[in-house]
């Protein structure tokens, strides 16, 4: 039985998102496929080890998120799960606003 690790509620959001590593070396073709105030899964077939180190920037509703994140979790041609870093209240306070809202719905 695989242990579910997530502390916050998440939400399918898929979007584009722009991933950067450290070094300004973008990471080609990617999408967010889910989304909490912990962090996202990017679907990407770029391999990526488990502890690198990234930017993110998307849009939740008006908001473009600009967040550091880290890979907790790698999935070899599939994607990763990144945890936020750096989540500002703002931002946070719209991307809660967003599953509260996703939740709600019907």
């Known amino acids: ?9 998440r939400i399918p959001h898929p979007c584009e998102v722009r991933c950067t590593l450290l070094d300004g070396l ?3 073709s990617t999408r967010l496929s889910d989304l909490s105030t912990g962090g996202v899964f990017v679907e990407s ?5 488990v502890g690198t180190l990234l930017r993110l920037e998307f849009l939740v509703g008006d908001h473009l998120v600009k967040v ?3 890979i907790v979790q790698s999935m070899p041609q599939f994607g990763f799960g990144v945890r936020f870093t750096d989540l500002t209240p ?6 809660t606003a967003l599953v509260s ?4 719905a019907p």
Do not use: F, K, S, T
Not at 90 to 95: D, N, S, T
């Open 1 to 9: 039985m695989v242990e579910d690790r997530r502390r916050a509620q």
């Open 26 to 28: 973008a990471i080609a």
């Open 45 to 49: 077939v770029n391999e990526l080890p």
């Open 68 to 70: 550091g994140g880290q």
């Open 90 to 95: 703002e931002y946070e306070a719209a991307i």
């Open 101 to 104: 809202q996703e939740a709600d």
